[in-house]
């Protein structure tokens, strides 16, 4: 959409300068805004890749981890951090005391790691200086014990064993499963232990220890310890700062159809759940921020004249020797029917159709192109 900016619309502030925040400044723009835009960033640093975080930067220097420099013409305010939203005044309020004034916000404040102490022994990796710190520290090759048997865990194992260390995963249960499906998670876990990674299945887990001496107690007793202890069990929302607004429910701010929490402000990331097929729903993946921010800048410059929200889940992720994506709903359940490729290893693309109708279309070490891959989960008329 071209043309410019309504009147109303003279001032817009994004709080967050990840992807979610980066898109939706350069998507208002693209929409015909013209007025004053003002990015907000709590980290000193440009907008990066966060996925590169667990995977390519923990092992390469060199690897091109920061974004293209914005071309929005935003004024950037950087170790800035929001503390306060006044949707009566219209104003957000920052930690050195600013207020800045605005006719439309976007809040992308994004998510942090949830952790399982707050010993300083419990490392996570969520912004570009913990990464870096890692990596680092991963050049003595210490020994290394990973708590979390996800993808984001699977990940930084990988990079791990890469980098020469020794490395045991602990996992609630099988890694993988609950993300990808048995089948996926076969294969990755596979691939893991046949690289030398030891995988603990186990149920809960805490924390314990005191400062410089901290270690895993497993529920039957057991008890591990290693040089690195590297925990990746999920994520929290940032949503302190809007406490007051009404806007939080369960920890997450909701939205519509067209990513807007009320009229003038939206909200996009790993901080909004919006709507699914199956619900009202946080996604935290990169993809997702992608589109749920391109809806909202949208939405704020043209309101319902922009169309909703149209989301299909898109995954991916890279460890132990192979890259995966995935279109579609996971996980999946079942064995898949291969389009290309066989069981047993090579390059494949398969599918899963699922109860309600839908398909999901995976990728393994296949370089199909993305929009051929959302194809394959279209269901022929």
Same mark, same amino acid.
């Given at each position: 959409?071209?043309?410019?900016?309504? =009147?109303?619309?003279? !001032?817009?502030?994004?709080?967050?300068?990840?992807?979610?925040?980066?898109?939706?400044?350069?998507?208002?723009?693209?929409?015909?805004?013209?007025?004053?835009?003002?990015?907000?960033?709590?980290?000193?640093?440009?907008?990066?890749?966060?996925?590169?975080?667990?995977?390519?930067?923990?092992?390469?220097?060199?690897?091109?981890?920061?974004?293209?420099?914005?071309?929005?013409?935003?004024?950037?305010?950087? =170790?800035?951090?929001?503390?306060?939203?006044?949707?009566?005044?219209?104003?957000?309020?920052?930690?050195?005391?600013?207020?800045?004034?605005?006719?439309?916000?976007?809040?992308?404040?994004?998510?942090?790691?949830?952790?399982?102490?707050?010993?300083?022994?419990?490392?996570?990796?969520?912004?570009?200086?913990?990464? @870096?710190?890692?990596?680092?520290?991963?050049?003595?090759?210490?020994?290394?014990?990973?708590?979390?048997?996800?993808?984001?865990?699977?990940?930084?194992?990988?990079?791990?064993?890469?980098?020469?260390?020794?490395?045991?995963?602990?996992?609630?249960?099988?890694?993988?499963?609950?993300?990808?499906?048995? *089948? %996926?998670?076969?294969?990755?876990?596979?691939?893991?232990?046949?690289?030398?990674?030891?995988?603990?299945?186990?149920? !809960?887990?805490?924390?314990?220890?005191?400062?410089?001496?901290?270690?895993?107690?497993?529920?039957?007793?057991?008890? %591990?310890?290693?040089?690195? @202890?590297?925990? #990746?069990?999920?994520?929290?929302?940032?949503?302190?700062?809007?406490? !007051?607004?009404?806007?939080?429910?369960?920890?997450?701010?909701?939205?519509?159809?067209?990513? %807007?929490?009320?009229? /003038?402000?939206?909200?996009?990331?790993?901080?909004?759940?919006?709507?699914?097929?199956?619900?009202?729903?946080?996604?935290?993946?990169?993809?997702?921020?992608?589109?749920?921010?391109?809806?909202?800048?949208?939405?704020?410059?043209?309101?319902?004249?922009?169309?909703?929200?149209?989301?299909?889940?898109?995954?991916?992720?890279?460890?132990?020797? *192979?890259?995966?994506?995935?279109?579609?709903?996971?996980?999946? #359940? =079942?064995?898949?029917?291969?389009?290309?490729?066989?069981? /047993?290893?090579?390059?494949?693309?398969?599918?899963?159709?699922?109860?309600?109708?839908?398909?999901?279309?995976?990728?393994?070490? *296949?370089?199909?192109?993305?929009?051929? @891959?959302?194809?394959?989960?279209?269901?022929?008329?």
């Amino acid at each position: 959409m071209s043309g410019r900016t309504s =009147g109303a619309l003279k !001032r817009v502030v994004v709080v967050g300068n990840g992807i979610s925040g980066l898109t939706a400044a350069h998507t208002l723009r693209e929409a015909g805004f013209d007025g004053e835009l003002t990015v907000v960033g709590d980290e000193v640093h440009p907008a990066y890749s966060r996925p590169a975080l667990s995977k390519a930067l923990l092992l390469d220097g060199d690897s091109p981890h920061l974004l293209p420099p914005p071309t929005h013409g935003a004024r950037e305010l950087l =170790g800035a951090r929001a503390t306060g939203l006044d949707t009566g005044r219209r104003l957000i309020t920052l930690d050195d005391g600013t207020a800045l004034p605005y006719d439309g916000a976007v809040l992308a404040t994004g998510s942090r790691a949830r952790r399982l102490s707050d010993l300083p022994d419990e490392v996570t990796v969520r912004a570009l200086d913990d990464a @870096l710190a890692l990596r680092r520290r991963l050049a003595q090759r210490p020994s290394v014990l990973v708590v979390g048997g996800g993808p984001l865990g699977m990940e930084m194992a990988s990079a791990c064993l890469a980098a020469g260390c020794r490395v045991t995963l602990v996992s609630r249960g099988k890694p993988l499963t609950g993300r990808l499906g048995p *089948h %996926l998670a076969h294969v990755l876990t596979a691939a893991a232990r046949e690289r030398g990674l030891t995988v603990i299945e186990t149920g !809960r887990v805490r924390v314990e220890g005191r400062a410089g001496d901290a270690r895993i107690a497993l529920g039957d007793g057991t008890v %591990l310890r290693a040089e690195v @202890l590297l925990t #990746a069990v999920g994520d929290v929302p940032n949503t302190e700062w809007l406490t !007051r607004t009404g806007l939080v429910v369960d920890g997450a701010v909701p939205v519509g159809t067209r990513c %807007l929490a009320r009229p /003038g402000v939206a909200a996009a990331g790993d901080l909004a759940a919006f709507p699914t097929s199956r619900g009202l729903r946080r996604v935290p993946l990169w993809s997702s921020a992608i589109d749920q921010a391109k809806a909202a800048a949208r939405a704020l410059v043209h309101g319902d004249g922009t169309p909703p929200l149209s989301f299909q889940p898109y995954f991916w992720t890279e460890q132990f020797g *192979h890259t995966l994506k995935a279109v579609g709903h996971l996980p999946a #359940a =079942g064995e898949p029917v291969y389009a290309a490729g066989k069981p /047993g290893g090579g390059p494949a693309l398969m599918t899963w159709r699922r109860d309600d109708g839908s398909t999901t279309a995976v990728a393994l070490d *296949h370089r199909i192109p993305i929009p051929r @891959l959302r194809r394959m989960t279209r269901t022929p008329a």
